[in-house]
């Protein structure tokens, strides 16, 4: 028995073709599992598919639905007749100003506690409990936020149904989004990066601005992009914090009411003055905010392209 | 030729010029990771100017004395020395030492190369930077004399803009080297420098070494026998945490007094 298969591992050697000594006997059982291979990569692949194919869908019913109300009028007047007719002007600026408030607020304090949590607290007990007490308040539904801002901002800070109250609320809402993006981001970078710098005599601080910043700044900015995608479609947060049902005019303060697309949206959808008659005006609206949160997510993959190339070379 | 002299006047108003290396001794020095005795008692003196090599099998605490010696390990979570070390007299782990200070008296070049995303200029040049030197002609000197130092000009001088990824490892580890050489260290320590390059890349280095022992005290962790015994003029051999035999490498690879020394560069275990 040894000796045969020393003979074969002769032959083999001296043999051009090197066959190794199992295919003979496993080559039924190697049909079978190739089989096992075939339908479970098919599998995966359609279900991957189907993704595309809702994605598409919604998009298609979207826009085949929408592409009717869009005009230039559309984009650039307020509502009329009961908002029947008219645009969503009003409702486009409110949720740019919006996505700007939120951002202010929660980008410097997002990222300032990822910095502190990855770069500082790693492996203490503060750390973990600030980073359990993040994902709980990623966890909270976004209506109980909107209650919170109401009962926080609107009332207990007085600030009233305002651009500060929703941004603020909105802000909340992304904050632990921004603190896991730059925290991951972070984490990706590589110890010896750190070790490097600090060898060199550099302090933590220069460190963290010189070397790891800039390279997790793709990673960060690409989160912060999705984060405002994220904020600009949410309407729970901003229906008792900021939200107006009908305001043809644009704001003048931070302490103004605005409209906003997803609220506006909501609105003549449900409670408007002729919800049949704004159908059409409904499905643009839509189609406005998709665009939007659309055109965001492009960005935000641009710009990652466009740092991560030159982070290399600067 | 007027430009240079006066370069050379500005650096010396920088105190970063200047060479020579600096003594290191170290006396019973204990050291702990939590709870794990990682360094039994270590005495040890590296004379000025000198290459030693740390030798001995994994988790032997070759490379923990290494990165005591820049307070590297200051970075990991529980860790706790007792003993002195001292470099030019100096207690480095004085409350009143300055780490960043200290790190650019004795600098450190890693087991894989990490240069800093950044061109092949601005890692050199990076060193400086943060010690808070502006002026950008004695920068550029500088990178150029570090560069050249570390062998490594004629392959980038036509490329200084470009980013140090696309140099090839054995370029980027002496890319760190001259990073380390820029702010003039007097020690430099080196933990496994050549263990991530091919053969060539890796004589480049030990040549280097050889080259660099004239301005530099040199601390180098090997797992190579051969590198050990071509470019140190002392070696240490560490087991479980314990300095076993520390003596001029001449000795130790011909004729070492404690036989796990000898069976460990003999190779019958480790």
Not at chain 1, 241 to 268: E, G, N, R
Not at chain 2, 58 to 75: A, P, Q
Not at chain 2, 85 to 108: A, F, H, Q
């Amino acid at each position: 028995m040894k000796k045969e298969k020393n003979k074969e591992t002769n032959t083999n050697s001296n043999s051009p073709h090197i066959t190794p000594p199992l295919a003979g006997g496993a080559r039924s059982s190697s049909s079978s599992k190739r089989w096992s291979q075939a339908i479970a990569f098919t599998i995966f692949k359609l279900m991957s598919y189907s993704v595309v194919a809702i994605l598409i869908l919604i998009l298609g019913f979207i826009i085949t639905k929408g592409i009717g109300a869009i005009s230039w009028d559309f984009l650039t007047k307020a509502p009329e007749e009961g908002m029947t007719k008219g645009g969503i002007y009003p409702a486009i600026i409110g949720t740019l100003y919006l996505v700007l408030g939120s951002s202010l607020f929660s980008f410097p304090i997002g990222i300032m506690s990822g910095i502190y949590m990855n770069e500082y607290a790693t492996g203490n007990k503060i750390a973990t409990f600030i980073r359990i007490m993040t994902n709980n308040l990623s966890g909270v539904p976004s209506v109980v936020f909107g209650l919170f801002g109401m009962a926080l901002f609107v009332n207990t800070m007085g600030f009233g149904d305002s651009i500060l109250a929703g941004s603020l609320t909105l802000g909340l809402l992304s904050l632990p989004l921004v603190i896991r993006t730059t925290e991951e981001s972070l984490k990706a970078i590589d110890f010896s990066y750190r070790e490097g710098s600090l060898a060199l005599g550099a302090t933590k601080l220069q460190t963290i601005q010189k070397v790891v910043l800039p390279m997790a700044f793709p990673n960060i900015i690409t989160g912060l992009i999705l984060s405002i995608g994220r904020v600009s479609g949410e309407t729970a947060p901003i229906l008792f914090t900021v939200a107006a049902y009908f305001l043809p005019k644009l704001p003048t303060s931070i302490f103004d009411q605005v409209m906003a697309l997803p609220y506006h949206l909501y609105v003549i959808s449900t409670s408007g003055t002729d919800i049949e008659a704004s159908r059409g005006i409904a499905y643009g609206t839509a189609l406005v905010l998709i665009f939007i949160v659309l055109l965001v997510n492009i960005l935000a993959t641009l710009l990652r392209n466009y740092f991560s190339n030159k982070v290399k070379t600067n | 030729m007027n430009n240079k002299e006066n370069v050379q006047h500005e650096s010396n108003s920088v105190p970063l010029q200047g060479y020579s290396g600096l003594t290191i001794n170290a006396t019973n020095v204990d050291y702990y990771y939590s709870d794990f005795h990682a360094l039994k008692n270590i005495n040890l003196e590296v004379e000025q100017n000198k290459v030693v090599a740390f030798i001995g099998p994994s988790g032997c605490g070759k490379s923990t004395f290494l990165r005591i010696m820049n307070r590297m390990n200051d970075l990991i979570d529980g860790t706790r020395l007792t003993g002195s070390v001292l470099i030019e007299g100096e207690d480095i782990y004085s409350p009143n030492v300055r780490v960043d200070e200290l790190r650019k008296k004795v600098g450190m070049v890693f087991q894989k190369p990490n240069p800093f995303p950044k061109s092949i200029f601005e890692n050199v040049a990076y060193g400086l930077r943060v010690n808070g030197i502006k002026d950008n002609t004695f920068i550029e000197e500088r990178v150029v004399e570090s560069i050249k130092s570390a062998a490594l000009w004629d392959e980038v001088k036509d490329k200084m803009k470009k980013s140090a990824f696309a140099l090839s490892g054995g370029q980027q580890q002496r890319l760190c080297i001259a990073r380390a050489l820029a702010i003039s260290p007097k020690v430099l320590l080196m933990d496994e420098p050549a263990s991530a390059l091919d053969p060539i890349s890796t004589s480049k280095i030990e040549e280097l070494i050889y080259e660099l022992k004239k301005d530099y005290t040199i601390v180098i962790v090997t797992h190579n026998m051969q590198q050990a015994s071509r470019v140190s003029d002392k070696t240490a051999y560490f087991y479980l945490g314990e300095l076993i035999e520390f003596d001029e490498t001449i000795k130790i690879f011909t004729n070492p007094t404690n036989i796990s020394t000898q069976n460990y560069i003999t190779g019958r275990f480790g």
